[in-house]
């Protein structure tokens, strides 16, 4: 992986009592990435450069 959009240690503490597997952090960091990315790709398509709220 060479982004990370995530910090493991808060994952981690938002899970609590649950244990949190190795990919699953990699697997959400590649679903923020995606997130982002299609973000961007909605604020292009309106025309601006700006990412909102609402391109999520």
């Known amino acids: 992986m060479s982004d990370l959009f995530i910090v493991k240690a808060k994952v981690k503490e938002i899970a609590?009592?649950?244990?949190v597997a190795g990919d699953f952090s990699d697997?959400?960091?590649?679903k923020v990435k995606?997130?982002?990315?299609?973000a961007i790709n909605r604020a292009k398509a309106n025309g601006r450069r700006t990412l909102m709220?609402?391109?999520?």
């Open 16 to 19: 609590g009592d649950f244990n």
């Open 27 to 30: 697997a959400l960091n590649n």
């Open 34 to 38: 995606e997130l982002i990315l299609e």
């Open 53 to 56: 709220a609402k391109d999520l």
